[in-house]
């Protein structure tokens, strides 16, 4: 890799509106670039896990889960993370009492982090079912593991959990991105919200996505890359109503209003840089999955500085 401005970087990103609303100056050339050009690749979260083991892309959005299987080949970048503040990826089943339309946007309304039982007895009830997940590399299959241990699991892609427990090839879904707001309407209810007993369990943010760089990129350009990208974040924050409305077409099944919802779950101030208390949050989730034995190896957590 050198040094030359009209080098071309490969960014990795999830085609789902909180991403889309990140990158949304970068893609629209809205914010000066310096000179570096970017290939926008659109793919699922597993997909990019995927991909960086083989570190195929410059830039990429990963699982923090599977930042701990790339961390010799990638550096977290300061900027970009998903967090769940108490809020996160949720277990379903399908709904036992039929409820309208109408009943069903008054429970996303009004019960959105409430559980359906509480945490012993969503753990009894887990126990033996089989459970459709987005895939083994992302943080939401590593926070079901904290919580329940192991469990049976079919990997099916994040979009289609729904019908894979609607079918009964699983009996609950693991459920990530906008379905987490549109479970109920779908004629699903919550057994679990991950992120809510995380938060309960050690006061922290649970980490589930971030933005990586590969090493072997010198470092003054990691560092180019860093303030690019929080200046598109910043960009997107301050221009709120415009980014959202780029953000719209990969936003299944919500509209204009969910959609900022959804968006204002995972672009905040964590986005903008961990800080401290997501820096440690990284390190606790990480650190007591090795501990229980679902990372071979310590993770070190590194960021561009």
Sequence with gaps: MTKNRADRF???????????????????N?????????????????????RALRGELHISAVSIHAYACVASKYVLLPCGASMGDGYGPIVIRKRTTPINREQALNVQRSTSNEDLMNDSAARDFLMGKKIAVPGKMTSAFLALQLFLGEFDYIVVPFDQ????????QADLGLIIHEGQLTYAKSGFEKIV????????QTGLPLPLGGNVVRKD?????????????RESIDYGLAHRDEAVRHSLPYARDMDAKLAGKFIGMY?????????????????RFLGEAHDKGYIDAPTEVEFVE
């Design 161 to 168: 959990i729904f019908d894979a427990v609607s079918s009964e």
């Design 217 to 229: 990129i010198p470092k003054p350009v990691r560092h180019d890359l860093s303030e690019i990208i």
């Design 10 to 28: 490969l960014l990795g990103h999830s085609p789902d509106p909180d991403d889309a609303f990140m990158f949304y100056a970068m893609a629209e």
């Design 267 to 283: 672009v905040n101030e964590f986005t903008r840089d961990y800080g401290e208390v997501g820096r440690d949050a990284i390190r």
């Design 30 to 50: 809205k914010i000066d670039l310096r000179g570096y050009r970017f290939e926008h690749r659109l793919e699922d979260i597993q997909t990019l896990n995927e």
């Design 193 to 200: 919200d991950l992120g809510r007993w995380w938060k309960a």
